[in-house]
């Protein structure tokens, strides 16, 4: 197998990769570990992947899996720990952090991303933020590309809706 | 005018985020010049998605992602060197995996009359991951596709012997992957080369688990008659087709088939050259000698006629 290619892909795409799920998840260590996951199964299939495939969409896709299996992981481990104490649960993959609210726009912005519920939340971070197309997204999250870019119009919807009486939508009135 | 308002959210969020269709675009401007609620809700949009672009810039996170990459590179480093890639192919000897390490070929298998490999059974024998291979395999299948026709003599690859289950059993294949195209030697010649001479049992039992059978040639082994006595898995056809490629007479034997010693030159252990199996300074079946089934083979392993028997010179009269 030629090294050098994935060495590219790596050098090209890690950075990328990494942000996506720092994003996602909103912890650096949940970053650190699914990024590390995602490049190591990458390496894995990466021989039998062929010639011509778009390995970046590829790339995410497999950062998406992931991500879906951990919040999976996450929430049944919950459940677990809710059956046997009164902890209240928390939203699906929700950041406790994220539960205090920066002041600024942007990190109400990035709260609001990070309590979207999984799909859309990695279907708006896909595509607005890292500019995939709907098919390939639609592809990451085995689902059409018509459902895709319906999780990133509900987002945008919850964003809205999050952002009502936030000062950053009060100040652009059109009349 | 609320329920137009509600038919056309969608357009105008795709709008907003310029993602709308030309058609979608001017119904969504139509319907602003008539709506100031849905012109303001628009506004809102357009804020919301120039707020979002400037997220790709944050976090600033270099630093986190420098160090996740090298940690990434020392893992990787460790998976690399335990992967095995491997591909199936279609060959006249049945479907056949051949897999390797960044070392080298590791895994020649037949298949029989499947056409899966069993990776569990490979992950017990060595520390290993067993994944797919891809295109730099296709090398590999050509130039056994080769082979198999006769068109070549040898499989000059680079190998990785983990596969083998002992120290031993490596030893007994390093020795073997030198027995030359076209001869055959026996397993108890084999043994005596090894410095082991008794140790004939375990030596074919090396060879019944090499990971490597074609590249390391443990069909050119056989019993201490000539009878070709077994190859993987007990059946000796392989082993006669083999045999057949590389110009080695055989002869019917009942169950079984033999190397037609009489018909074959001898080259004697330590000799630097070969001779008619009548040649008076030689033993005609030298225990650890190598049989040949034609001059230009032993020639091709690098050994001269004998001066006293002139296998050059004299026809081999079977």
Same mark, same amino acid.
């Given at each position: 197998?030629?090294?050098?290619?994935?060495?590219?892909?790596?050098?090209?795409?890690?950075?990328?990769?990494? *942000?996506?799920?720092?994003?996602?998840?909103? *912890?650096?260590?949940?970053?650190?570990?699914?990024?590390?996951?995602?490049?190591?199964?990458?390496?894995?299939?990466?021989?039998?992947?062929?010639?011509?495939?778009?390995?970046?969409?590829?790339?995410?896709?497999?950062?998406?899996?992931?991500?879906?299996?951990?919040?999976?992981?996450?929430?049944?481990?919950?459940?677990?720990?809710?059956?046997?104490?009164?902890?209240?649960?928390?939203?699906?993959?929700?950041?406790?952090?994220?539960?205090?609210?920066?002041?600024?726009?942007?990190?109400?912005?990035?709260?609001?991303?990070?309590?979207?519920?999984?799909?859309? *939340?990695?279907?708006?971070?896909?595509?607005?933020?890292?500019?995939?197309?709907?098919?390939?997204?639609?592809?990451?999250?085995?689902?059409?590309?018509?459902?895709?870019?319906?999780?990133?119009?509900?987002?945008?919807?919850?964003?809205?809706?999050?952002?009502?009486?936030?000062?950053?939508?009060?100040?652009?009135?059109?009349? | 005018?609320?329920?137009?308002?509600?038919?056309?959210?969608?357009?105008?969020? +795709?709008?907003?985020?310029?993602?709308?269709?030309?058609?979608?675009?001017?119904?969504?401007?139509?319907?602003?010049?008539?709506?100031?609620?849905?012109?303001?809700?628009?506004?809102?949009?357009?804020?919301?998605?120039?707020?979002?672009?400037?997220?790709?810039?944050?976090?600033?996170?270099?630093?986190?992602? =420098?160090?996740?990459?090298? +940690?990434?590179?020392?893992?990787?480093?460790?998976?690399?060197?335990?992967?095995?890639?491997?591909?199936?192919?279609?060959?006249?000897?049945?479907?056949?995996?051949?897999?390797?390490?960044?070392?080298?070929?590791?895994? #020649?298998?037949?298949?029989?009359?499947?056409?899966?490999?069993?990776? &569990?059974?490979?992950?017990?024998?060595?520390?290993?991951?067993?994944?797919?291979?891809?295109?730099?395999?296709?090398?590999? &299948?050509?130039?056994?596709?080769?082979?198999?026709?006769?068109?070549?003599?040898?499989?000059?690859?680079?190998?990785?012997?983990?596969?083998?289950?002992?120290?031993?059993?490596?030893?007994?294949?390093?020795?073997?992957?030198?027995?030359?195209?076209?001869?055959?030697?026996?397993?108890?010649?084999?043994?005596? &080369?090894?410095?082991?001479?008794?140790?004939?049992?375990?030596?074919? &039992?090396?060879?019944?688990?090499?990971?490597?059978?074609?590249?390391?040639?443990?069909?050119?082994?056989?019993?201490?008659?000539?009878?070709?006595?077994?190859?993987?898995?007990?059946?000796?056809?392989?082993?006669?087709?083999?045999?057949?490629?590389?110009?080695?007479?055989?002869?019917?034997?009942?169950?079984?088939?033999?190397?037609?010693?009489?018909?074959?030159? #001898?080259?004697?252990?330590?000799?630097?050259?070969?001779?008619?199996?009548?040649?008076?300074?030689?033993?005609?079946?030298?225990?650890?000698?190598?049989?040949?089934?034609?001059?230009?083979?032993?020639? =091709?392993?690098?050994?001269?006629?004998?001066?006293?028997?002139?296998?050059?010179?004299?026809?081999?009269?079977?």
């Amino acid at each position: 197998m030629d090294d050098s290619g994935f060495e590219t892909l790596m050098t090209a795409h890690h950075g990328e990769i990494y *942000r996506y799920l720092a994003r996602a998840t909103g *912890r650096a260590s949940d970053a650190d570990d699914l990024s590390q996951e995602t490049f190591i199964r990458a390496y894995r299939a990466y021989g039998a992947l062929p010639p011509d495939a778009n390995t970046r969409a590829w790339l995410f896709t497999i950062a998406t899996n992931l991500s879906r299996n951990h919040f999976r992981a996450q929430k049944r481990r919950r459940l677990a720990y809710a059956a046997v104490s009164v902890t209240a649960g928390e939203s699906d993959g929700a950041d406790p952090e994220g539960e205090v609210l920066g002041r600024e726009a942007g990190q109400f912005l990035q709260a609001t991303v990070r309590r979207l519920p999984l799909k859309q *939340r990695l279907a708006f971070l896909q595509r607005k933020i890292h500019g995939l197309e709907y098919d390939e997204i639609g592809r990451s999250l085995e689902c059409s590309a018509e459902s895709a870019r319906a999780h990133v119009f509900q987002a945008m919807r919850k964003i809205r809706q999050a952002l009502n009486g936030h000062a950053l939508l009060e100040t652009e009135r059109t009349g | 005018m609320a329920s137009r308002c509600a038919e056309i959210e969608i357009d105008l969020v +795709a709008s907003a985020m310029s993602e709308a269709t030309p058609a979608a675009s001017r119904r969504v401007e139509a319907h602003l010049e008539r709506c100031g609620s849905c012109r303001d809700e628009f506004a809102r949009y357009r804020v919301i998605d120039r707020e979002v672009a400037t997220m790709r810039s944050e976090p600033a996170i270099e630093d986190e992602i =420098a160090r996740a990459r090298e +940690a990434l590179r020392a893992r990787l480093a460790d998976v690399r060197s335990r992967i095995l890639r491997y591909r199936v192919f279609a060959t006249p000897f049945g479907h056949v995996a051949i897999g390797h390490s960044e070392q080298g070929v590791a895994l #020649v298998e037949y298949l029989g009359r499947g056409s899966r490999l069993d990776v &569990q059974r490979l992950r017990r024998v060595a520390d290993v991951e067993v994944v797919e291979g891809g295109r730099e395999l296709l090398a590999f &299948q050509q130039e056994l596709g080769e082979y198999f026709e006769g068109r070549r003599d040898r499989l000059p690859w680079p190998l990785d012997l983990r596969l083998a289950r002992s120290d031993f059993h490596r030893r007994v294949l390093e020795t073997a992957a030198r027995i030359p195209y076209g001869g055959v030697i026996s397993y108890k010649g084999l043994a005596q &080369q090894l410095g082991r001479p008794s140790a004939v049992r375990a030596v074919a &039992q090396a060879l019944r688990w090499n990971p490597l059978p074609i590249v390391i040639p443990c069909h050119r082994v056989v019993g201490a008659s000539g009878a070709l006595v077994g190859y993987a898995g007990g059946a000796t056809t392989r082993k006669r087709r083999l045999l057949s490629i590389e110009g080695v007479p055989l002869a019917r034997i009942p169950h079984d088939y033999r190397v037609r010693r009489e018909a074959m030159y #001898v080259r004697a252990p330590g000799d630097a050259e070969y001779c008619l199996p009548t040649c008076p300074s030689v033993d005609p079946f030298p225990q650890g000698g190598v049989l040949f089934g034609s001059k230009a083979r032993a020639e =091709a392993a690098g050994y001269a006629p004998c001066t006293t028997c002139r296998p050059d010179l004299h026809p081999l009269v079977a």
